[in-house]
């Protein structure tokens, strides 16, 4: 019996051996699944970071792309209002100009017919004066016809100190004439 005891032991020893081996494989095939496991979870990880930094990239682009089109938008909006701003003062400066030049030849031509009312005013004037002239000189030749008749004619031996007379004719009465004029 004691190569049976010894069998026995030699079993169990080979048992536990197995058994140690057994564990000690499972022991490594479990560390060699976790540290796979491990492995690909961190390359997972590594994945998804890479997916995160790509969709981060993404949208950094499209903010960063947005924010150019809008501030795109907002210097081509301001240039726009700029250039209607500048237009439309450039086209009250003209219209303003066109009304002063209007208000400049209406002025001219007021000027004008107050310089044409003027000179009919003077030739008003030269024509009543040339008329009052005219009245008067038909005035003083009327007088002149209706006053002493012609036929008595100075006689020297009569009044011999006075003085002689002027042939012709003479008149006491004398006119006064007004001249309307400036």
Do not use: C
């Not at 004691?2 to 564990?23: F, W």
Request: net charge positive; no cysteine; aromatic share 4%.
């Amino acid at each position: 019996m004691p190569k049976q005891k010894r069998y026995k032991n030699l079993l169990k020893a080979a048992a536990a051996a197995h058994s140690s081996q057994d564990k000690s494989i499972a022991a490594a095939n479990s560390s060699q699944d976790k540290s796979i496991a491990a492995t690909n979870s961190s390359r997972d990880k590594s994945a998804a970071s890479n997916a995160s930094q790509v969709k981060s990239a993404a949208s950094a682009n499209f903010s960063r792309n947005k924010l150019a089109a809008a501030a795109n938008f907002s210097r081509d909006k301001s240039v726009a209002a700029a250039n209607f701003s500048r237009d439309k003062s450039a086209a009250a400066a003209n219209s303003s100009q066109d009304k002063s030049a209007t208000s400049n030849s209406s002025r001219d031509k007021l000027a004008a017919s107050n310089s044409s009312r003027d000179k009919l005013t003077a030739t008003n004037s030269s024509r009543d004066k040339s008329t009052t002239v005219a009245s008067s000189s038909r005035d003083k030749s009327a007088a002149s016809n209706s006053s002493e008749p012609s036929s008595v004619a100075p006689t020297i031996s009569e009044h011999p100190s006075e003085p002689k007379r002027k042939r012709g004719r003479e008149s006491k009465h004398y006119w006064t004439v007004d001249a309307i004029g400036m």
